[in-house]
């Protein structure tokens, strides 16, 4: 029975695989994953892009996700078509004191106008020193929060609109476009 017992104590222990060896193996199957992963993922867009008819701009889709604010509608005519686009007239930049009482801030915006004709355009155009003085009462009153997302950008709109149609009740305008904004 001792030479039993002394034959289990000499059998070689199995080996196991020094450190470093292990955590190389393990390294290497780790980028494996990764680009097994990698590829999947890339697979599986591009099916998706496939099934769905390519890149292509779904402006329905922009409609369903838009938020909410005052829409901006071409007119039609009398015979149901749209109307083209009027003329537009380009103010000067504003550069705002913001209200903030924490820190100086600063906004620069650009506005462009639509009108409805040559007529309105010349209009707005003698009247821009009252326009402006309006737009920049109510804009320094605005404070850095209120011109973030794009909610507020509606918001600030309708009431600059609402302003031009006090500064200029005979003007027919049929859009505001912010063309630049920064605050800072």
Same mark, same amino acid.
């Given at each position: 029975?001792?030479?039993?017992? %002394?034959?289990? +104590? /000499?059998?070689? $222990? =199995?080996?196991?695989? @020094?450190?470093?060896?292990?955590?190389?193996?393990? !390294?290497?199957?780790?980028?494996?994953?990764?680009?097994?992963?990698?590829?999947?993922?890339?697979?599986?867009?591009?099916?998706?892009?496939?099934?769905?008819?390519?890149?292509?701009?779904? %402006?329905?889709? +922009? /409609?369903?996700? $838009? =938020?909410?604010?005052? @829409?901006?509608?071409?007119?039609?005519?009398?015979? !149901?078509?749209?109307?083209?686009?009027?003329?537009?007239?380009?103010?000067?930049?504003?550069?705002?004191?913001?209200?903030?009482?924490?820190?100086?801030?600063?906004?620069?915006?650009?506005?462009?106008?639509?009108?409805?004709?040559?007529?309105?355009?010349?209009?707005?155009?003698?009247?821009?020193?009252?326009?402006?003085?309006?737009?920049?009462?109510?804009?320094?009153?605005?404070?850095?929060?209120?011109?973030?997302?794009?909610?507020?950008?509606?918001?600030?709109?309708?009431?600059?609109?609402?302003?031009?149609?006090?500064?200029?009740?005979?003007?027919?305008?049929?859009?505001?476009?912010?063309?630049?904004?920064?605050?800072?």
């Amino acid at each position: 029975m001792a030479e039993k017992e %002394a034959k289990v +104590d /000499e059998a070689p $222990a =199995p080996t196991a695989a @020094p450190a470093p060896v292990a955590a190389a193996r393990s !390294g290497r199957l780790v980028t494996i994953l990764h680009v097994v992963n990698t590829v999947v993922l890339v697979a599986v867009l591009v099916l998706q892009v496939l099934r769905s008819g390519g890149l292509r701009h779904d %402006a329905r889709a +922009d /409609e369903r996700t $838009a =938020p909410a604010g005052p @829409p901006q509608r071409a007119e039609k005519k009398g015979d !149901g078509k749209e109307a083209l686009p009027g003329p537009t007239l380009k103010l000067a930049d504003f550069v705002i004191h913001l209200r903030d009482t924490d820190v100086d801030r600063y906004a620069r915006v650009s506005f462009e106008l639509e009108l409805a004709d040559e007529k309105a355009k010349d209009t707005v155009t003698s009247r821009m020193p009252q326009i402006r003085d309006a737009f920049l009462a109510f804009l320094s009153d605005r404070r850095a929060e209120e011109f973030r997302g794009s909610d507020a950008i509606f918001r600030i709109k309708g009431a600059l609109v609402q302003k031009l149609g006090d500064a200029v009740p005979s003007a027919s305008v049929r859009a505001l476009y912010i063309t630049e904004l920064v605050v800072q």
